[in-house]
């Protein structure tokens, strides 16, 4: 089921320090501006690598689910891989058949399309991210 490694999530206590990091450090050339994602809870930017990115996430709102992380990983650290699926209503529901605690309903992500988590307690430890590949919804950066 599951299509392409799309991005490393790495939740960060302060953006604009990891940013700074990745550019002047590891030698990153091409980073996005930090943007906000009220309803995920959180501050984002990209690392675009030839590979794929890494998704910096830095908590945003007092309800932010990367809260309780950075609590338990206060310099921050690896919050979730994210896959992408072609269809993330199917997906969910296969996860579910197969016994996946799917936290919550498929919402806008980052990169605008839908997005769902499984629960780490039931994928080795590791929160996955689920990501629908085609932008087909809503939230679209074109006007027209
Ligand atoms: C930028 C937008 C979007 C995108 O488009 O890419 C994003 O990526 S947003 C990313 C942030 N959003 C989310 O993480 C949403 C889903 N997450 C959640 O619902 C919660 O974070 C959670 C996974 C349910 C955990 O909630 P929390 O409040 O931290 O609960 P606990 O502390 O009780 O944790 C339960 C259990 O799970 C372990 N845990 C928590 N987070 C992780 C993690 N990132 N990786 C691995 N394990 C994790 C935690 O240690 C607890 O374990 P036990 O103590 O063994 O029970
Ligand atoms: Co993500």
Avoid: W
């Avoid at 809870?41 to 309800?63: D, H, M, R």
């Avoid at 992408?84 to 990169?111: S, Y």
């Amino acid at each position: 089921m599951i299509g392409s490694l799309n991005h490393v999530g790495i939740a960060v206590p302060d953006i604009n320090q990891a940013l700074a990091f990745y550019r002047d450090v590891l030698g990153a050339k091409d980073c996005t501006e930090p943007k906000v994602l009220a309803p995920q809870g959180v501050k984002y930017a990209f690392v675009n690598l030839p590979s794929g990115q890494v998704e910096l996430i830095e908590p945003y709102g007092e309800t932010s689910p990367i809260i309780r992380f950075l609590e338990k990983n206060p310099k921050g650290g690896q919050h979730h891989i994210c896959f992408e699926v072609e269809d993330i209503n199917a997906a969910k529901a296969l996860m579910e058949t197969r016994g996946m605690r799917v936290l919550g309903e498929p919402r806008i992500g980052a990169h605008g399309t839908l997005v769902v988590f499984l629960h780490p307690g039931d994928a080795g430890g590791v929160l996955i991210e689920l990501m629908e590949s085609h932008k087909t919804h809503q939230d679209s950066d074109k006007a027209c």
